[in-house]
C-alpha cells in the first residue's frame, strides 16, 4: 500500500499542490496544458488577430497605420516588459492568484475599448492594462506547464501553444464577417467576455513538489534481520570468553583471575562489536548499491537525519522557497547568448500579422480574400508547432542549433515578402512564414528549462529575465514594419 500511495500525487486538499516522487509527465500536467492552451487564446492569439480592425481604427480616428500599430506594440512592450514583476509575484502568491488578476485585467481592458474615443486611450485600454494581463496569465502558466514534463516537455508545449493559431485561424474570418454587421465595437465587447475563461484557467495550476521516494520497508526489514543477527553473534561470544576467562582462572591459581580475564574480555568484546557493527553497515551499503570506503570508519545516522525521515513519512510536504527572481543568470553565457537570440528573433513576431491584410489590399487581392491570409499563416503554424516538438524529441544533437536554424528559414521567409507581388506568392510566403513561426514561437521560452541554457531549476525566476530582455523588439517590430 505505501508503494501504491507513492505512485499517486498527494495533496493536502483537491486544489492543494501535487507531490510526486518524480517529474510525472503527465498526470495533472495534462490539466496545465488544457490551460496553457486557453491562455494562448485569449493572449497571443487575441493579439495576433486584432490586425482586422486596423483599418476600422484608422477611419475612426483618422489615424495611420504606424500611430494605430503603436496599440499593438505597446501591448507587446508592457506583456513582455513586466514579465520580472510576473515571475516575483508568482514566487510570492502563487501562480494561481496570479493568473486569475491576469485574466480580469485582459477582459477589462478589451471591453473598455469598446468605448475609447482616440487612439491614444486605446494605448491605455490595450497597450497598459490588457498588457499587463497578457503577461500575468502567459509567464505563469508556461513556467508551471515546463515544471509537469520532461521527456515529453517539448512536445507538449508545442501541442498547447497551438492555442495561439486555432485563435488566429477563427478569430480573423469570424471577426471580419461579424463586424460587417455588429460593428468593430461590439467585437470587442465579445472578445473581452470570452476572455474572462482565463480565471478559469487560473483554478486549474496546482503546483508541483518533487520529492524523492522514502526507504521501502524492504530495507527497514534487512536491517532489523541483520541487527538480531549482530546480537546473536555479539551474545555467543560473550558466553564463550566468559567460559575460557574462567578455565584460565582456574588453572593459574588465581584469586581474582576470572574478574581480571572478564575485564579483558570485555575489551575484547567491545572491539568485536565495533567490528561486527562496521560489518553490518558495510553489507547494507552494498545493497543499496553504494561503494563501502574501508578507510572511512562508519558513523552513526544523526537524530536530525531521522527526523527528515519521519517528516517525510508522515508530515506534509512543502516546496522550498524560490528565490523572487534570478538576475544571476544574467553572469551565464549561454543565457546571455540565448536572451538575443530571442531579442532579435522577437522582432518578427507580430509585425506580419498586423500588416498582411493590408499589405494583400495593395497588391491587388480582394478585401474578402485578403483576411484568409492569416488563417493560412494559422494552419501552417499549427503544423509548425507539432513538428518541431516531434524533431526536438528525436534530435541528438543541441536542441538550441535546430531553433537557430529555424529563426534563420523565418528571416529568409520575411525578405521574400518584399518581392513578391502576386496573391498565389503571398500565400506561399504566409504558409512558410507560419511553418517557421510556429517552430520558433512554440518553443523557445520553454528551451529555457534545458540543460545547456538554464536547467528546470532556474526556470521559474529566469524566465521573467529574459522575456523582459526581448520587450524592446516586440515594442520597435510593429512601427518598424509600418
Excluded at 454587421?181 to 473581452?192: E, P
Excluded at 540543460?451 to 529574459?466: D, L, N
Excluded at 526581448?470 to 520597435?476: E, P
Aim: proline fraction near 5%.
Amino acid at each position: 500500500w505505501p508503494a501504491v500511495a507513492m505512485r499517486m500525487p498527494n495533496s493536502q486538499h483537491c486544489w492543494g499542490p501535487n507531490v510526486y516522487p518524480e517529474v510525472p509527465d503527465g498526470g495533472w500536467g495534462w490539466a496545465v496544458a488544457v490551460a496553457f492552451f486557453l491562455v494562448e487564446v485569449c493572449s497571443y492569439g487575441t493579439l495576433k488577430s486584432l490586425g482586422v480592425f486596423l483599418q476600422d481604427l484608422m477611419e475612426e480616428f483618422g489615424e495611420s497605420n504606424s500611430r494605430v500599430s503603436w496599440v499593438i506594440s505597446i501591448c507587446v512592450f508592457i506583456f513582455t516588459f513586466t514579465a520580472p514583476l510576473s515571475t516575483m509575484l508568482s514566487n510570492r502568491f502563487g501562480y494561481r492568484p496570479v493568473v486569475m488578476v491576469g485574466g480580469f485585467l485582459i477582459s477589462l481592458g478589451t471591453i473598455t475599448s469598446a468605448f475609447t474615443n482616440s487612439i491614444n486611450e486605446m494605448y491605455i485600454t490595450i497597450g497598459f492594462v490588457s498588457g499587463l494581463g497578457y503577461c500575468l496569465t502567459f509567464i505563469p502558466t508556461v513556467t508551471i506547464l515546463a515544471q509537469y514534463f520532461s521527456r515529453r516537455r517539448a512536445l507538449v508545449t508545442s501541442i498547447a501553444s497551438s492555442g495561439e493559431s486555432f485563435a488566429v485561424f477563427t478569430f480573423a474570418p469570424a471577426f471580419t464577417t461579424l463586424k460587417e454587421h455588429i460593428g468593430w465595437r461590439y467585437c470587442l465587447v465579445i472578445l473581452g467576455i470570452f476572455q474572462t475563461s482565463v480565471i478559469g484557467c487560473g483554478l486549474l495550476l496546482r503546483p508541483i513538489i518533487i520529492k524523492p521516494e522514502p526507504v521501502k520497508e524492504d530495507d527497514e526489514s534487512d536491517k532489523e534481520s541483520l541487527s538480531l543477527k549482530h546480537l546473536q553473534t555479539v551474545y555467543e561470544l560473550e558466553n564463550e570468553q566468559t567460559r575460557t576467562s574462567i578455565r584460565s582462572g582456574v588453572s593459574q591459581g588465581s584469586d581474582d583471575s576470572g574478574v581480571t580475564s572478564l575485564s579483558a574480555s570485555n575489551l575484547d568484546l567491545r572491539t568485536a562489536g565495533v567490528e561486527s557493527k562496521a560489518l553490518m553497515e558495510w553489507e547494507v551499503q552494498d545493497k543499496e548499491g553504494q561503494e563501502p570506503s574501508p578507510s572511512t570508519p562508519p558513523t552513526p545516522v544523526k537524530e536530525k537525519d531521522e527526523g527528515d525521515l519521519a517528516e517525510v513519512e508522515t508530515g506534509p510536504l512543502q516546496p522550498s522557497s524560490p528565490k523572487l527572481l534570478d538576475f544571476s543568470v544574467l553572469k551565464d553565457s549561454a543565457f546571455i547568448w540565448y536572451s538575443l537570440f530571442g531579442l532579435f528573433a522577437t522582432l518578427g513576431f507580430f509585425a506580419p500579422q498586423l500588416y498582411i491584410i493590408e499589405l494583400s489590399k495593395s497588391r491587388g487581392v480582394e478585401p474578402s480574400m485578403a483576411s484568409y491570409m492569416l488563417s493560412v499563416m494559422a494552419v501552417a503554424e499549427i503544423f509548425g508547432r507539432l513538428s518541431i516538438g516531434v524533431v526536438l524529441n528525436k534530435v541528438r544533437c543541441r536542441k538550441t542549433l535546430v531553433l537557430l536554424g529555424c529563426v534563420v528559414l523565418l528571416c529568409l521567409v520575411l525578405v521574400a515578402f518584399t518581392i513578391v507581388w502576386e496573391f498565389w506568392g503571398l500565400v506561399v510566403c504566409c504558409a512558410l512564414y507560419g511553418y517557421f513561426m510556429g517552430t520558433v514561437g512554440s518553443t523557445h521560452i520553454a528551451m529555457l528549462a534545458e540543460e545547456e541554457v538554464v536547467g528546470i531549476q532556474k526556470m521559474p525566476s529566469s524566465v521573467g529575465v529574459y522575456v523582459f530582455i526581448q520587450s524592446f523588439a516586440g515594442l520597435a517590430g510593429p512601427p518598424l514594419g509600418g
